[in-house]
């Protein structure tokens, strides 16, 4: 059937025809490997981790003469970038020995990392406690408390350091593992060993000038960008931060434990609405990270701007992304803006924008019918409320 239908559009009698696109477009799909299933089944859901693809957005966002793509970490099991981490650091403990069966896992986390573990450990028979600043959405505490975990909740006053500082008490008081996904190198190594390879791997042979990205823990960064660089130099990295908490911009350092974990609140932070950005520290990965294979642009985020730009991602693109993807997304379309013609961009999604109905990114979608929607109510005489 497609091949017939390639043929019909090929004629002469449609390829001038406006009818020859739209007829394109609808059929494209049957060229895609739609249909033929995995080739495999797996034993667990851990191994479906990974393997996100990369997604063109098209000209109703992307500026003129430039090429984005997304890597979308929502299609990971949990619909986050943070399965990745939360595996490669449970694995990474389980061959140093560091857990064994029934053994609590703790963490510190705005929900991401949380909702990930909870998973994983739920598949291997783990226990597992987050804690997690009350400033954090409503659903997040739902799933996480949904896949088994227990959530323990901390002041806002008390911003991202306080939550890490719970976990760590209570890691020390208990004799629970602490993940430290801040400080934790199997963070970064798992990114290095998929993230950076995939992204290699669906660009080979085509054009890539630009990685963007902005960062939580500094994970993807560090490994990504290490397993992109060495293979291909001439990619350039786009890091981006939060325009209300300059960080990395003030050039200050993070004070530290002797454990590498942050000792105090940056003197730059500022509180801003990129859930799953920008601590009040800058994370030890980070650092390392910065240190290793360095940026070669940077761009601040305005937290209006990030949840703008997910929004229009969802109604122009159909794609449904967090405030952090609207970031990444919003520092592509900026870069791409001072690109040179033809460059071709890639940047992060990290979640999905189900993890976000209690903030700001849904503040203006009601429940009830609009006046519009009253109107096509009205439209017709039957059901109506």
């Known amino acids: 059937l497609a091949q017939v239908l390639e043929e019909l559009l090929c004629t002469d009698l449609l390829l001038n025809s406006p009818l020859s696109k739209v007829m394109g477009n609808c059929f494209a799909g049957l060229k895609s490997d739609r249909g033929k299933g995995r080739g495999k089944v797996y034993n667990s859901v851990a191994e479906t981790i990974g393997n996100t693809p990369c997604i063109k957005i098209d000209e109703k966002l992307c500026p003129p003469g430039r090429t984005i793509y997304a890597k979308c970490e929502f299609f990971n099991p949990l619909s986050s970038v943070k399965d990745r981490l939360a595996l490669g650091i449970i694995e990474d403990a389980e061959r140093k020995g560091l857990l064994k069966p029934g053994d609590t896992v703790v963490e510190a986390t705005s929900g991401n990392t949380g909702i990930a573990l909870a998973m994983i450990c739920a598949q291997r028979g783990y226990k597992c406690v987050i804690c997690m600043a009350e400033v954090f959405s409503i659903e997040r ?12 909740i901390t002041p806002k006053k008390d911003k991202g350091l306080g939550m890490v500082k719970k976990a760590q008490e209570l890691a020390k008081a208990h004799g629970w593992y602490l993940t430290q996904q801040f400080e934790n190198e199997a ?59 300059g960080l990395v ?137």
């Not at 992109?228 to 990295?237: A, N």
């Not at 033809?342 to 429940?367: H, K, N, W």
């Open 141 to 152: 505490r739902k799933l996480m408390r949904f896949l088994g975990a227990k959530v323990i």
């Open 187 to 245: 963070n970064a190594k798992f990114h290095q060993a998929t993230t950076g390879p995939e992204i290699l791997a669906d660009f080979k042979g085509k054009r890539l000038d630009y990685f963007v990205l902005g960062y939580g823990t500094g994970g993807t960064f560090a490994g990504a960008t290490k397993a992109i660089k060495s293979s291909r130099p001439k990619v350039k990295v786009c890091l981006a931060e939060p325009e209300a908490a």
């Open 249 to 385: 911009k003030s050039g200050v350092k993070t004070l530290r434990n002797g454990d590498g974990s942050a000792a105090v609140t940056h003197p730059a932070f500022a509180a801003h609405p990129i859930q799953g950005w920008t601590p009040d520290f800058i994370p030890l990965i980070l650092e390392k990270g910065i240190d290793d294979v360095k940026f070669d642009e940077f761009i601040s985020v305005p937290g209006p701007g990030a949840i703008e730009t997910s929004q229009k991602l969802a109604r122009t693109q159909g794609i449904l992304t967090g405030i952090s993807g609207g970031g990444s997304m919003w520092a592509a379309i900026e870069m791409a803006k001072k690109a040179p013609e033809g460059s071709v961009l890639c940047c992060i999604l990290a979640d999905t924008g189900e993890r976000y109905l209690s903030t700001p990114l849904f503040a203006s979608i009601e429940a009830d019918m609009n006046a519009d929607e009253l109107q096509i109510a009205k439209s017709t005489p039957g059901f109506q409320l």
